[in-house]
């Protein structure tokens, strides 16, 4: 398998509020982790746990507590919180279609 490891971290349900992309940068700042580790669809709020910052946070319990500070909700708001992989997802190409027909 190529390309990157797969990231780990939490998704949970977000209730009461539809976030937004200011939302998203806010969480990710708190966190201290990469806009692209800040997930939102459906409801469900993912966030990848991709720097020390973020691990000493989810070592003290303390991740939904951080999110609803940053996008300004209460804890109670967050629930389903349950530990996530990321899906890889497979490219299906033919690698001979990018030969160079000028190689003469």
Known sequence: MFGLPLRKGFSMKVSGVILNRPDMHEIAAELGVS???????????????????????????????????????????ISD??????EPIELDFDL??????DDD
């Open 96 to 101: 001979s279609e990018f030969e160079d027909l």
């Open 35 to 77: 806009t692209n580790d800040v997930l939102y669809k459906d409801g469900i709020l993912t966030v990848y746990n991709t720097t020390e910052s973020s691990q000493e946070i989810i070592d003290d319990n303390a991740l939904p507590a951080f999110v609803a500070m940053a996008i300004n909700i209460s804890p109670d708001d």
């Open 81 to 86: 919180m349950k530990e996530v992989e990321e």
